[in-house]
């Protein structure tokens, strides 16, 4: 009897040692989101490695090196130093710092379109929150530019600031044509063409497309508060 429940006991530890082991591996799908893009990183046992970004379908592969608890990771011939300490990776890499762990996160979405938006619903001044560009969207503050704010008054609009679109369109006022839910414009100059549309989402959100010469940039702005006059 003494002999069955030691080997009871000792089966009763393995068992719990199970879920830690595989809990410390490093191998397997990690996850993080920088300026709200998520991406996946993937660690395969033969030293492999792949860092995916789901929204833009794009794979950059390359191989990784743990030595204790510090992790090199080389991407398309571009090395990042970190750690995997407490069931993260943590990797540098120039003034940018990545971390990532088992929790899978998902990356900024918006809502749909409002087909049914009227006119005076883009009216006001909209601040920018996030930009998008070929699938990808991110938080705005993640720009290395100024990036312009929105004022769309009796179906005009004109940007605010001092960003590069604002200058391509200056800030004087630019007319809009209303049409099924979203005020839109379009001129061509010689073989360059651009265009605007404006559309209201499900949310509340204005979203612009703005078509530099076939390039097509997104931005997302929420309506700014009116600040309440003092008593």
């Known amino acids: 009897m003494k002999k069955l429940f030691s080997l009871v ?3 009763c530890m393995v068992c719990m040692m199970i879920p830690a082991v ?8 990690w996850y993080t989101a920088i300026s709200g893009v998520a991406m996946v990183l993937t660690l395969a046992e033969d030293g492999s490695a792949e860092l995916t970004i789901p929204s833009v379908q794009e794979v950059n592969a390359g ?3 743990l030595d204790g608890d510090k992790i090199t990771l080389t ?3 571009s090395p990042a130093e970190g750690t995997y300490a407490d069931g993260k990776i943590t990797l540098r890499e120039g003034n940018m710092t990545m971390v ?3 929790e899978k996160v998902e990356g900024t979405k918006v809502a749909e379109v409002n087909p049914a938006a009227a006119a005076e619903d883009f009216e006001g001044t909209w601040s920018i929150v996030y ?3 070929e699938g990808m969207i991110m938080d705005a503050a ?3 530019e100024e990036l312009p704010g929105l004022v769309v008054e009796n179906g005009a609009m004109r940007f605010t600031g001092t960003s590069s679109l604002g200058q391509a369109f200056g800030n004087q006022a630019i007319p809009l044509t209303y049409a099924d839910g979203a005020l839109s414009m379009f001129i061509s100059a010689g073989e360059t063409s651009y265009g605007l549309k404006l559309e209201i ?5 204005l979203a612009l497309t703005a078509n530099m010469g076939g390039m097509e940039i997104y931005m997302y702005f929420v309506k700014a508060v009116a600040e309440e006059p003092a008593a």
């Open 131 to 133: 930009i998008g560009y």
């Open 75 to 77: 991407l398309e011939d």
């Open 201 to 205: 989402l499900e949310d509340g959100m």
């Open 22 to 29: 595989a809990e410390e591996g490093i191998t397997g799908e």
């Open 142 to 144: 993640a720009a290395n």
């Open 9 to 11: 006991l000792a089966l």
């Open 100 to 102: 990532f762990t088992r």
């Open 63 to 65: 191989f990784w090196i």
